[in-house]
Protein backbone atom coordinates (compact mmCIF):
# COMPACT_ATOMS: atom_id res chain seq x y z
CA UNK A 1 0.00 0.00 0.00
CA UNK A 2 1.16 3.72 -0.41
CA UNK A 3 3.24 5.28 2.33
CA UNK A 4 3.63 8.43 3.16
CA UNK A 5 4.39 10.92 0.52
CA UNK A 6 5.77 14.39 0.68
CA UNK A 7 6.04 17.20 -1.77
CA UNK A 8 8.25 18.52 -3.18
CA UNK A 9 11.24 16.59 -2.73
CA UNK A 10 13.75 19.04 -2.94
CA UNK A 11 13.25 23.18 -2.41
CA UNK A 12 15.97 25.30 -3.05
CA UNK A 13 14.24 29.12 -1.62
CA UNK A 14 16.05 32.20 -1.90
CA UNK A 15 16.83 33.85 1.75
CA UNK A 16 13.54 36.03 2.69
CA UNK A 17 11.06 33.86 0.64
CA UNK A 18 8.39 31.75 2.45
CA UNK A 19 7.82 28.04 1.36
CA UNK A 20 5.23 25.46 2.02
CA UNK A 21 6.28 21.90 2.61
CA UNK A 22 3.32 18.64 1.78
CA UNK A 23 3.07 15.86 3.61
CA UNK A 24 0.69 13.07 2.25
CA UNK A 25 0.16 10.32 5.55
CA UNK A 26 -1.02 6.94 5.44
CA UNK A 27 -4.88 7.10 4.34
CA UNK A 28 -6.35 6.87 8.24
CA UNK A 29 -3.72 7.22 10.09
CA UNK A 30 -4.39 9.62 12.98
CA UNK A 31 -1.40 11.17 14.75
CA UNK A 32 1.11 12.73 12.42
CA UNK A 33 4.48 14.48 13.49
CA UNK A 34 6.72 16.54 11.84
CA UNK A 35 10.81 16.62 12.21
CA UNK A 36 13.43 18.59 11.21
CA UNK A 37 17.22 16.77 10.22
CA UNK A 38 19.94 18.91 9.89
CA UNK A 39 23.04 17.08 8.03
CA UNK A 40 24.77 14.55 10.07
CA UNK A 41 22.36 15.05 12.66
CA UNK A 42 19.11 12.39 13.83
CA UNK A 43 15.67 14.46 12.94
CA UNK A 44 14.61 16.87 15.56
CA UNK A 45 10.70 16.78 16.89
CA UNK A 46 9.33 19.85 15.51
CA UNK A 47 5.19 19.27 15.59
CA UNK A 48 2.47 17.07 16.58
CA UNK A 49 -1.06 16.53 15.23
CA UNK A 50 -3.88 14.36 16.50
CA UNK A 51 -6.50 14.64 13.35
CA UNK A 52 -6.68 18.09 12.82
CA UNK A 53 -5.79 19.38 16.52
CA UNK A 54 -2.27 20.47 17.03
CA UNK A 55 -1.54 19.39 20.09
CA UNK A 56 2.30 20.19 20.69
CA UNK A 57 4.28 22.62 18.70
CA UNK A 58 6.80 23.31 21.28
CA UNK A 59 10.03 22.15 18.73
CA UNK A 60 9.11 25.25 16.30
CA UNK A 61 11.99 27.26 16.23
CA UNK A 62 10.58 30.27 15.53
CA UNK A 63 7.28 32.03 14.74
CA UNK A 64 8.34 31.66 11.55
CA UNK A 65 7.30 27.86 11.14
CA UNK A 66 3.91 27.50 10.96
CA UNK A 67 2.33 24.00 10.76
CA UNK A 68 -1.46 23.17 9.94
CA UNK A 69 -3.58 20.08 9.04
CA UNK A 70 -7.34 21.50 8.63
CA UNK A 71 -9.02 17.88 7.75
CA UNK A 72 -7.18 15.45 9.57
CA UNK A 73 -5.50 14.29 6.83
CA UNK A 74 -2.70 16.13 4.54
CA UNK A 75 -0.16 18.05 6.76
CA UNK A 76 1.89 21.69 5.33
CA UNK A 77 4.20 22.62 7.35
CA UNK A 78 5.19 26.82 6.20
CA UNK A 79 7.96 28.56 6.70
CA UNK A 80 8.29 32.23 5.99
CA UNK A 81 10.81 34.81 5.58
CA UNK A 82 13.45 31.17 5.17
CA UNK A 83 16.89 31.80 6.72
CA UNK A 84 20.41 30.01 5.48
CA UNK A 85 19.49 27.73 9.12
CA UNK A 86 16.20 27.04 8.04
CA UNK A 87 18.39 24.30 5.31
CA UNK A 88 17.89 21.17 6.15
CA UNK A 89 15.49 17.55 5.71
CA UNK A 90 11.97 18.28 6.86
CA UNK A 91 10.54 14.55 7.62
CA UNK A 92 7.13 13.91 7.69
CA UNK A 93 5.40 10.42 9.91
CA UNK A 94 2.06 9.90 10.76
CA UNK A 95 0.88 6.63 13.17
CA UNK A 96 -2.44 4.95 12.88
CA UNK A 97 -2.89 5.38 16.65
CA UNK A 98 -2.63 8.24 19.29
CA UNK A 99 0.57 9.80 20.89
CA UNK A 100 4.03 8.19 19.25
CA UNK A 101 4.07 5.43 22.06
CA UNK A 102 4.10 3.30 18.59
CA UNK A 103 5.52 2.55 15.01
CA UNK A 104 5.78 5.95 13.41
CA UNK A 105 6.17 5.88 9.43
CA UNK A 106 8.40 7.92 7.49
CA UNK A 107 8.21 10.02 4.61
CA UNK A 108 11.42 10.34 2.51
CA UNK A 109 11.82 14.08 3.33
CA UNK A 110 11.87 17.53 1.75
CA UNK A 111 15.42 19.09 1.42
CA UNK A 112 15.09 22.68 1.79
CA UNK A 113 18.27 24.73 0.67
CA UNK A 114 17.92 28.25 1.31
CA UNK A 115 20.81 30.06 -0.48
CA UNK B 1 16.04 17.03 28.65
CA UNK B 2 16.87 13.77 27.04
CA UNK B 3 20.02 13.08 25.08
CA UNK B 4 20.55 10.08 22.90
CA UNK B 5 23.84 9.48 21.95
CA UNK B 6 24.84 7.03 19.25
CA UNK B 7 28.46 5.36 19.06
CA UNK B 8 30.52 4.72 17.44
CA UNK B 9 29.93 7.30 14.50
CA UNK B 10 31.40 5.62 11.94
CA UNK B 11 31.86 1.65 11.76
CA UNK B 12 33.15 0.02 8.36
CA UNK B 13 33.34 -3.78 8.28
CA UNK B 14 33.95 -6.34 6.31
CA UNK B 15 31.05 -8.49 4.82
CA UNK B 16 30.26 -11.36 6.65
CA UNK B 17 31.15 -9.70 10.41
CA UNK B 18 28.97 -9.75 13.53
CA UNK B 19 28.66 -6.21 14.62
CA UNK B 20 27.19 -4.23 17.55
CA UNK B 21 25.80 -0.89 17.47
CA UNK B 22 25.49 1.30 20.73
CA UNK B 23 22.59 3.81 21.77
CA UNK B 24 22.68 5.55 25.41
CA UNK B 25 20.25 7.66 26.69
CA UNK B 26 20.31 9.68 29.82
CA UNK B 27 16.62 9.47 30.61
CA UNK B 28 15.58 6.20 31.60
CA UNK B 29 11.85 6.69 31.88
CA UNK B 30 10.90 5.71 28.37
CA UNK B 31 8.05 4.86 26.54
CA UNK B 32 9.82 3.15 24.26
CA UNK B 33 13.01 2.81 21.74
CA UNK B 34 12.86 2.25 17.79
CA UNK B 35 16.13 1.49 15.72
CA UNK B 36 15.71 2.97 11.96
CA UNK B 37 17.46 2.62 9.18
CA UNK B 38 18.06 5.68 6.97
CA UNK B 39 19.58 4.96 3.41
CA UNK B 40 21.15 8.60 1.83
CA UNK B 41 18.39 11.01 0.18
CA UNK B 42 15.66 8.33 1.98
CA UNK B 43 13.31 8.54 4.61
CA UNK B 44 13.40 6.46 7.92
CA UNK B 45 12.40 2.80 8.06
CA UNK B 46 11.78 0.89 11.58
CA UNK B 47 13.70 -1.69 11.92
CA UNK B 48 12.59 -2.91 15.61
CA UNK B 49 10.71 -1.19 18.63
CA UNK B 50 11.47 -2.37 21.75
CA UNK B 51 8.95 -1.61 24.62
CA UNK B 52 9.78 -0.19 28.02
CA UNK B 53 8.58 -3.40 29.48
CA UNK B 54 10.25 -5.55 27.22
CA UNK B 55 14.00 -6.40 27.01
CA UNK B 56 14.76 -7.33 23.81
CA UNK B 57 13.72 -8.00 19.74
CA UNK B 58 14.11 -9.91 17.15
CA UNK B 59 13.90 -9.24 13.56
CA UNK B 60 15.66 -11.81 11.31
CA UNK B 61 19.52 -11.23 11.70
CA UNK B 62 19.11 -8.06 14.01
CA UNK B 63 18.34 -8.35 17.73
CA UNK B 64 17.60 -5.46 19.81
CA UNK B 65 18.05 -5.30 23.60
CA UNK B 66 17.14 -2.61 26.29
CA UNK B 67 18.84 -2.21 29.57
CA UNK B 68 16.57 1.21 31.03
CA UNK B 69 18.43 1.56 34.13
CA UNK B 70 21.71 1.54 32.77
CA UNK B 71 19.87 3.70 30.09
CA UNK B 72 21.46 1.80 27.16
CA UNK B 73 20.15 -0.19 24.06
CA UNK B 74 22.40 -2.01 21.24
CA UNK B 75 21.70 -3.26 18.02
CA UNK B 76 23.58 -6.79 16.97
CA UNK B 77 23.68 -7.07 13.24
CA UNK B 78 24.40 -11.16 12.31
CA UNK B 79 26.25 -11.68 9.37
CA UNK B 80 26.44 -8.59 7.69
CA UNK B 81 25.90 -7.68 4.03
CA UNK B 82 27.03 -4.87 1.48
CA UNK B 83 23.03 -4.13 1.51
CA UNK B 84 23.12 -3.84 5.15
CA UNK B 85 25.57 -0.01 4.62
CA UNK B 86 22.86 2.86 5.81
CA UNK B 87 22.92 4.88 9.00
CA UNK B 88 21.11 3.26 11.68
CA UNK B 89 18.98 5.90 14.23
CA UNK B 90 17.79 5.18 17.55
CA UNK B 91 15.25 6.96 19.11
CA UNK B 92 13.61 6.93 22.67
CA UNK B 93 10.03 8.01 23.15
CA UNK B 94 9.80 10.22 26.53
CA UNK B 95 6.32 11.27 26.82
CA UNK B 96 3.74 11.24 24.77
CA UNK B 97 4.52 13.54 21.64
CA UNK B 98 8.40 13.31 21.72
CA UNK B 99 10.90 11.43 20.39
CA UNK B 100 14.13 11.52 20.74
CA UNK B 101 17.01 10.98 17.85
CA UNK B 102 20.84 10.46 18.26
CA UNK B 103 22.62 11.31 16.10
CA UNK B 104 23.40 7.75 14.34
CA UNK B 105 26.40 5.18 13.51
CA UNK B 106 27.13 5.36 9.71
CA UNK B 107 27.59 1.53 8.81
CA UNK B 108 29.82 0.54 5.98
CA UNK B 109 29.83 -3.05 4.87
CA UNK B 110 32.69 -4.10 2.49
CA UNK B 111 32.66 -6.75 -0.53
Known amino acids: GAGVSQSPRYKVAKRGQDVALRCDPI?????LFWYQQALGQGPEFLTY????????KSGLPSDRFFAERPEGSVSTLKIQRTQQEDSAVYLC?????????????FGPGTRLTVT | KQEVTQIPAALSVPEGENLVLNCSFTDSAIYNLQWFRQDPGKGLTSLLLIQSSQREQTSGRLNASLDKSSGRSTLYIAASQPGDSATYLCATTYNNNDMRFGAGTRLTVKP
Open chain 1, 27 to 31: SGHVS
Open chain 1, 49 to 56: FQNEAQLD
Open chain 1, 93 to 105: ASSPYLGDSYEQY
